[in-house]
């Protein structure tokens, strides 16, 4: 057992407080734009650093594509065989600090490829043991060759039917919003300012140069400007429409950066897949990947990778990619799933990088890596990547703020070891089903609160959705079920069953409207079957 560490009470965050603090006539040393896993990693590393730091996000902390992960903290195999080796090193390394600050929300995760031709294993086992070599020191555990029996036992429920063996290899895996509100809180903790349901609306420019921005209090309708030595642009997909409002200002046409491409998961019933290790299958029929990966008691299937040209906030999957999943789930999995078993289904935007000179039609050949540009005004602009990285593409932009004067540089290194809010050593998988073990160090201080005995379902009680308000940031009905607690990602029609009394739990709480109409409409989303078929290129 590691010894407990000493864990500060988490800071309220009540609103008013909040949107006061954010009244106060102050420079900021950095303003950040998109509380995804992006802008608070910039928020925590500036904030860990010592600057004084400020964030606004204009819908609730990973609202837009930080919730929609596969839930993988990963090299990413798939970049290996495409040949990109720094980008593979690079997040082995992030993947070992992730696991290490956030154990409660992030632990390794056994992988299989089951072989169905002889020279699968050999050949995907060869490229995972590079893999290893990439990680060194950070390996998870060794790839291991397995026969037909040792895979079957592995995954019980892979297709029989022309099973040779199979590899084992280690990744890690997590939940990204919970994470997401990790970096928010340890944020706050070290000195930084951070208001969801508030929306960045203008950039304010002195003879060209960028000195601060407007935003808008979503729930009052206030607007205020802030005052900030360096603007950090982190709003993922969306990184486009400040940069066009950045150029208007300074007479500069700006060529938009990113492509989206849209990813879709189904989640299904444990059934399906009944073990703590991830099915993964580098090349289906027609050459994509697919991915069976047991989380928090259900089993996510996916993804895709659709261009699309719009930027939705809850983007809807076409017909094509739930039958090209289910489809392939069916040929790897002696129990198929069908429509029926679909649980919920949800869909992220990829914010992919594209040359200036691209159509942005082929997103596969589009950079899976992080792009920093600063403007001329000296707006910031990072977006692409990958969560498990969010760490280093922090650290990347505070060097950016360097090189151009924006900042005085202050030495790096001060979140790689910086353990997050609740980071405690956790004996439940994050497979298993939720509870309070993803609460960590924080789980007396949930279990103190009213209600803590009265389960609501789905492994979340009163307290826990008190404990989101007094002290994660929740405002809305949505808030608590999509990302304090994840079911409407797990099951949405429990999710809706919950709803109502999650919203009388918060308007005792807040003393606002929890939105909870809203939020059931939205529900019927994540169960609804697509009807539309791709409609591409014009989204
Ligand atoms: C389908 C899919 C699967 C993935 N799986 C993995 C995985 O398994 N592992 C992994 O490491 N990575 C994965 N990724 C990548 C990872 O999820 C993203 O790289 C990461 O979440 C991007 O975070 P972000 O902060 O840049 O963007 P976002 O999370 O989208 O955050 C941007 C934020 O900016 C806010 N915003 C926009 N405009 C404004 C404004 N005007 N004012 C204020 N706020 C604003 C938005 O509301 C949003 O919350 C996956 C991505 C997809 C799409």
Redesign the pocket.
Same mark, same amino acid.
């Given at each position: 057992m590691e010894p407990m560490t000493f864990e500060p009470s988490p800071l309220p965050t009540n609103r008013s407080d909040l949107i006061n603090r954010l009244k106060a006539q102050q420079t900021y040393d950095v303003a950040i734009?998109?509380?995804?896993?992006?802008?608070?990693g910039v928020a925590l590393d500036a904030a860990a650093r010592g600057f004084s730091v400020v964030l606004?996000?204009?819908?609730?902390?990973?609202?837009?594509?930080?919730?929609? /992960?596969?839930?993988?903290?990963?090299g990413g195999v798939r970049y290996l065989a495409q040949g990109n080796i720094s980008l593979v090193r690079e /997040?082995l390394h992030e993947r070992t600090r992730l696991l290490a600050n956030a154990p409660h929300l992030a632990q390794p995760l056994a992988f299989v490829m089951p072989s169905y031709k002889f020279w699968e294993a050999p050949f995907y086992g060869l490229g995972l043991k590079i893999y290893d070599a990439l990680a060194g020191k950070s390996a998870l555990g060794p790839t291991e060759f397995l026969n037909r029996a040792e895979t079957l036992k592995l995954l019980p429920t892979a297709q029989q039917a022309g099973l040779k063996g199979g590899v084992k290899y280690w990744d890690g895996q997590f939940d990204?919003a919970r994470l997401?509100l990790a970096l928010a809180r340890t944020a706050a903790r070290s000195g930084a300012l951070l208001v969801n349901y508030? /929306?960045?609306?203008g950039l304010v420019h002195e003879e060209s140069k960028l000195a601060g921005l407007r935003?808008t209090d979503l729930e009052s309708g206030q607007t205020l400007a802030i005052k900030s030595r360096c603007v950090v642009n982190?709003?993922?997909? @969306?990184v486009d429409?400040?940069r066009l409002l950045d150029g208007q200002a300074i007479g500069r046409e700006s060529k938009p950066m990113v492509a989206p491409?849209?990813?879709?998961?189904i989640v299904v019933d444990r059934s399906f897949l009944p073990t703590d290790h991830a099915l993964l299958v580098p090349k289906t029929a027609d050459g994509r990947v697919l991915f069976a990966v047991p989380w928090l008691g259900k089993t996510i299937l996916?993804?895709?990778d659709t261009p699309r040209n719009d930027l939705a906030?809850e983007p809807l999957a076409f017909r094509e990619e739930v039958d090209f999943i289910l489809g392939e789930s069916a040929r790897y999995l002696s129990k198929a799933p069908k429509q029926a078993d679909i649980r919920s289904i949800w869909?992220?935007?990829?914010?992919l990088v594209k040359p200036q000179e691209d159509d942005g039609e082929r997103t596969q050949a589009l950079s899976r890596e992080h792009t920093v540009l600063v403007s001329k005004s000296g707006l910031v602009t990072?977006?692409?990547?990958? @969560?498990?990285?969010?760490r280093a593409m922090a650290e990347d932009v505070l060097d950016n703020c360097f090189a151009v004067n924006l900042l005085a540089k202050r030495p790096g290194g001060a979140t790689a070891n910086l353990r997050l809010v609740g980071a405690q050593p956790s004996s439940h998988k994050i497979s298993a089903p939720p509870g309070i073990h993803l609460y960590g160090s924080e789980g007396p201080a949930v279990l103190a609160l009213p209600g803590a005995d009265r389960m609501l379902g789905g492994g979340l009680t009163e307290a826990m959705v008190r404990f989101s308000a007094r002290h994660e940031y929740a405002r809305t009905v949505e808030d608590v079920l999509a990302r304090r607690s994840r079911l409407l990602f797990l099951d949405a029609t429990l999710a809706k069953s919950l709803a109502a009394a999650v919203a009388e739990i918060l308007k005792e709480e807040n003393k606002v409207d929890p939105h909870l109409e809203e939020f059931l409409a939205m529900a019927d989303q994540y169960l609804a079957l697509p009807t539309r078929e791709r409609n591409w290129p014009d989204g």
């Open positions: 734009i998109g509380g995804g896993a992006t802008g608070l606004v996000e204009s819908h609730d902390f990973a609202k837009g594509t930080s919730s929609r /992960a596969t839930k993988l903290v990963h /997040a990204d997401a508030c /929306a960045a609306t935003v982190a709003t993922g997909v @969306w429409q400040l491409s849209q990813g879709v998961h996916g993804t895709t906030r869909v992220g935007l990829r914010p990072v977006t692409g990547g990958k @969560w498990t990285t969010y």
